[in-house]
C-alpha cells in the first residue's frame, strides 16, 4: 500500500521540482529550494503539491484500496 502511495507522491515530487528529504514507515517529507522567481516560487509549488496530494489520497479511497482508506495528518 505504502510503495503505491508513495510512488503517486513521488510523482508529485517530480512534477513541482520538489525534493524528497526522506520517508521513515508512513512519513513522507518534502522541501524546496528557495528562489526569487515567482514562477519558480518555492512555497507556491509545495502548496501546489500539498493540494495534489490530498487529491491523489481522496483517488487512491475511492478506488476502494484493500487495506483500508487513509488519512493525512
Given at each position: 500500500?505504502?510503495?503505491?502511495?508513495?510512488?503517486?507522491?513521488?510523482?508529485?515530487?517530480?512534477?513541482?521540482?520538489?525534493?524528497?528529504?526522506?520517508?521513515?514507515?508512513?512519513?513522507?517529507?518534502?522541501?524546496?529550494?528557495?528562489?526569487?522567481?515567482?514562477?519558480?516560487?518555492?512555497?507556491a509549488?509545495?502548496?501546489?503539491?500539498?493540494?495534489?496530494?490530498?487529491?491523489?489520497?481522496?483517488?487512491?479511497?475511492?478506488?476502494?484500496?484493500?487495506?483500508?482508506?487513509?488519512?493525512?495528518?
Amino acid at each position: 500500500m505504502l510503495n503505491d502511495l508513495f510512488s503517486r507522491f513521488d510523482f508529485l515530487v517530480d512534477r513541482y521540482d520538489l525534493n524528497k528529504v526522506k520517508t521513515i514507515g508512513d512519513c513522507y517529507m518534502v522541501t524546496s529550494i528557495p528562489s526569487s522567481d515567482l514562477e519558480h516560487d518555492g512555497c507556491a509549488r509545495v502548496c501546489r503539491f500539498a493540494l495534489d496530494l490530498m487529491k491523489t489520497v481522496r483517488a487512491y479511497n475511492e478506488t476502494g484500496p484493500q487495506n483500508g482508506q487513509i488519512q493525512l495528518r
